[in-house]
């Protein structure tokens, strides 16, 4: 048995834990442990309710466990010392990160007892002060193998010392058949007149999906605006989410003249709505971090910018191709962010990046299907 340790078993990883699900057979069933409960991540949690279906009815083998909190950092989850000493799996896959002490104790103990363990992490972020990086490459090194989120973060680790062949490059996913589904589902009329309902006809609109929160920097983004109107580029942003930065950004596109260039959509989550918008969209501006949003826009056809210091992004920064699916900016400068807008909005109208492109490396690389291939070639050997 496999045993699987999320963080939390966020909605949006339903696709892929179900296709690692399907998989596991025999000694490769997959169980997984995980809270039930929200917490304050504001991340949509499965219903626990797919831990009463069968698998082959689209249910999850789930066994609920419980998840400590100190200032909102979970350090504990219950029931994983059990699990390391009584439990019948043969491998445990814990969520890599190392201010759980659960899991310290756990995969320790785990290995002492000739379990094999599996860490799915980010790995090493590279902006890290020397201490808390020693800490993060000592409990890589309890790990048989590393599923990790991105090419940099494995050349981080590889650097540190931490062995290649331990190294698999995982990525992340959507559940990109329903989102094409979706995407599809629209026909160029209704596109038209989505459109027309943000900007007109000769302007070029610029969308940005998340929470409004400082480390985004969407305050770049409404001087964006106003600078690319300058230099004769009319130009419209609109915003979807909430957070604490939204009276701030109001009052930023008052001071600059632009309030009527800024538009706030307010929080979605439903994707129904969102990727019809970013279809519709030129380009997906991300001035801060870009994670999921990444791959939400990519998938819509819609080419992306987000800042070039990776170890300050998301790992899914790394479904950008310059050229082929957007661009990087040098971080914190808005003169570079224009330049790279103007340069991107060239390309499209060039017929450089289209939608297929953009689409091309999510299909490939940032699947559910693509994820269990990964998950299970590092896994299969060490159930021997």
């Excluded at 025999?26 to 499965?46: F, K, Q, T």
């Excluded at 200032?71 to 491998?91: D, E, H, P, S, Y």
């Excluded at 001087?223 to 957070?243: C, F, P, T």
């Excluded at 450089?352 to 291939?373: H, L």
Aim: net charge neutral; proline share 4%.
């Amino acid at each position: 048995m496999i045993a699987l340790v999320p963080d939390r078993f966020a909605l949006y990883r339903y696709p892929v834990f179900r296709k690692i699900s399907e998989e596991g057979r025999g000694e490769g069933e997959v169980v997984i442990y995980a809270d039930p409960r929200e917490d304050s991540s504001n991340i949509r949690l499965a219903p626990v309710e797919y831990c009463n279906l069968n698998p082959k009815e689209g249910g999850i083998r789930w066994v609920p466990i419980r998840s400590l909190y100190f200032r909102k950092i979970c350090f504990w989850q219950t029931g994983l010392q059990a699990l390391a000493l009584f439990g019948r799996c043969k491998v445990i896959v814990y969520w890599g990160e190392a201010h759980r002490l659960s899991t310290w104790m756990s995969a320790v103990l785990a290995r002492l007892h000739g379990k094999r363990v599996v860490f799915w992490t980010h790995g090493i972020y590279g902006n890290e002060g020397a201490l808390k990086r020693l800490i993060r490459v000592c409990f890589y090194r309890l790990a048989d193998g590393l599923l990790l989120y991105g090419q940099y973060g494995r050349r981080q680790l590889e650097r540190a010392g931490i062995p290649a062949e331990r190294l698999w490059v995982i990525n992340n996913s959507l559940d990109v058949m329903a989102q094409l589904a979706i995407v599809n589902s629209v026909g160029r009329s209704e596109l038209k007149s989505l459109r027309r309902n943000y900007c007109d006809d000769s302007e070029r609109l610029f969308v940005f999906v998340g929470r409004l929160e400082p480390q985004k920097r969407l305050d770049m983004l409404v001087e964006a605006v106003v600078l690319l109107n300058e230099r004769g580029v009319a130009s419209r942003a609109l915003i979807i989410g909430d957070g604490s930065e939204y009276e701030s950004l109001t009052r930023q596109a008052q001071r600059l003249g632009v309030e009527d260039k800024i538009v706030f959509y307010g929080e979605c989550y439903e994707d129904a709505q969102v990727l019809p918008i970013l279809n519709i969209a030129d380009i997906c501006v991300s001035p801060g971090e870009i994670g999921l949003t990444a791959m939400h826009a990519l998938i819509a056809g819609t080419p992306v910018i987000t800042h070039d210091d990776f170890a300050n992004q998301m790992p899914e920064c790394e479904a950008v191709r310059v050229g082929e699916s957007g661009f990087f900016f040098s971080r914190g400068s808005v003169n570079d962010l224009v330049e790279k807008v103007i340069i991107c909005l060239e390309a499209l109208d060039k017929g450089q990046i289209t939608q297929e492109s953009c689409r091309g490396v999510v299909e490939k690389e940032y699947t559910p299907e693509y994820q269990r291939s990964v998950f299970y070639r590092a896994v299969d050997p060490l159930l021997g």
